[in-house]
């Protein structure tokens, strides 16, 4: 019981889905582009959850830039080191599936109430306010320089309790390997999300509410796949998706 009131006040107020749902989104149209265009690392290998374009990982272009810093930074501070993304865009269908997985593993398979959503989001975000659908979340570690994982406790996206990002049960080495992710990804303007040590995003609802910014800049949007793979140069313009947040134009 101790142990689950740790757990609880572990995930700040600002990023529980009654405080989210609040916040405005104003699209602004911003391209998409495949991560691995901007020379970074991606490995599928290490995702669990089912993707939703292929072998490629489309994230909004701003926020590939801020990752080519976020691995600046790392390199200053862990020479060799590399960020290996291994989530990106994911569509809100199954964003939707995935979410209701975790409920039932949880035990809230049949419960819609506020404290089931709550709870559930400690480990994947509510649908409703996603940052995944909106190409502007990844998720991500960091390997050594002979391409071996560093030690952050759990394993990518594991849903279990010690994926909160502070738990205070998982051994000194992974805390320090999750304080480095986080610190070089803020540093390059990213939302670091308490619930999951791996997950950072820019421009979404929870970067809005982590950064107490008005607005977020990222909706949720539709991605066809045959988009994805027409593209030689795996760019997209705001004319191949189809925004699906109801926002209030900027």
């Not at 995702?47 to 390199?75: D, M």
């Not at 594991?158 to 049960?169: L, Q, R, T, Y």
């Not at 995003?201 to 970067?207: L, N, T, V």
């Amino acid at each position: 019981m101790m142990r689950d009131k740790i757990y609880e006040a572990l995930m700040p107020e600002c990023m529980r889905y009654r405080n989210l749902i609040k916040i405005p989104v104003h699209e602004n149209e911003e391209v998409t582009s495949d991560i691995l265009e901007y020379g970074l690392d991606i490995g599928l290998e290490y995702s669990k959850l089912p993707p939703s374009t292929g072998k490629t990982l489309i994230l909004r272009q701003s926020v590939c830039e801020r990752l080519v810093k976020a691995q600046e930074y790392l390199h200053e501070e862990r020479k060799g080191h590399r960020l290996i993304s291994t989530y990106a865009y994911r569509s809100l269908a199954i964003q939707q599936e995935s979410f209701e997985a975790v409920k039932k593993q949880l035990g809230f398979s049949t419960r819609t109430d506020t404290e089931a959503l709550e709870a559930t989001s400690h480990f994947i975000c509510v649908p409703e306010v996603a940052g995944h659908p909106t190409c502007g979340a990844v998720d991500l570690f960091i390997c050594d320089s002979t391409g071996t994982p560093l030690d952050f406790g759990t394993e990518m996206h594991a849903f279990e309790k010690d994926s909160c990002s502070f738990s205070p049960f998982i051994s000194d080495t992974a805390t320090i390997n999750r304080k480095i992710l986080r610190f070089v990804m803020q540093k390059a303007g990213f939302a670091p999300y308490d619930g999951e040590w791996w997950h950072f995003s820019f421009g979404d609802r929870a970067w809005a509410s982590y950064y107490k910014e008005s607005k977020a800049h990222f909706g949720q949007i539709e991605i066809p796949v045959m988009s994805i793979n027409s593209r030689p140069d795996k760019t997209m313009s705001c004319s191949d998706v189809r925004v699906l947040t109801d926002s209030p134009p900027p």
